[in-house]
DNA sequence: AATCTTTATCGTAATATTGCAATATTAAAT
DNA sequence: ATTTAATATTGCAATATTACGATAAAGATT
């Protein structure tokens, strides 16, 4: 094997599963942290801000943006990026909520 | 290479990725929603609930309890499993920060 | 038009992950 | 002491991910 079984687990699963996914690599935390830091959108910089080659760093930018954590917008030859907000938002609840409900109980652990 | 560059980001990049990869797959998510469910501690019937066989089920387990998500008390012959709130604190925390900071901005894209 | 800049894609090697059958381990029950 | 039940480990095949050099594509600059 060495495929996810994706067809035995719910849409909801899959999909918080895939964002969340995605963000496990500390190049794309780097990013998304980086993105956080400038208060601009940003263009090109991250190639020279992050120790790694342009075509890795590509890819990275392209699986944050397959999963819907970043967006793309062509902005003459270069490209600007920056954070979807509502994907934040999402996992942001997706946690808040497991925290709310944790709350609520007695671990026994 | 294959292999994650883990050497060129920050320890605190790497922790928070390594927790987030634990969560980046839907039966780890399966696992994690399943024990919010239950108000008692899981013990023994994961593998009852999860469409994976017992050794898949006992693998995933472990990573989550490696990246700290969850505990394990042996209880009797079985093991008694539960979420360690602390680890979804720091995620809660970790996306509050970001989208606190995000709405503080105006996003170009 | 030729060149430069920026980003994407292709190809590929190295490594990691996923999943499970078989087997081991450990403690309870008989 | 054997058997049963629950969980872990081993070994392995299939697949996915990570990284990067080489190259392509597309717009800007000269």
Redesign the pocket.
């Known amino acids: 094997?060495?495929?996810?079984?994706t067809e035995n687990f719910t849409g909801k699963q899959n999909s918080i599963a895939t964002m969340i996914k995605a963000l496990?690599?500390p190049?794309r935390i780097a990013i998304i942290e980086y993105l956080v830091k400038v208060d601009t959108c940003i263009?090109?910089d991250i190639?020279n801000e992050l120790p790694?080659?342009?075509?890795?760093i590509?890819?990275?930018?392209?699986?944050l943006k397959n999963a819907g954590l970043i967006k793309?917008n062509v902005e003459?030859?270069?490209?600007c990026y920056c954070i979807d907000e509502k994907a934040i938002d999402k996992l942001q609840k997706y946690f808040s909520t497991i925290a709310a409900k944790l709350e609520k109980k007695n671990n026994c652990c």
Do not use: D
């Not at 094997?1 to 079984?5: F, H, N, V």
């Not at 790694?52 to 890795?56: D, I, K, N, S």
């Open positions: 094997m060495g495929a996810t079984k496990g690599h190049a263009c090109g190639v790694l080659a342009q075509p890795t590509s890819q990275h930018l392209k699986e793309g003459g030859n270069s490209i």
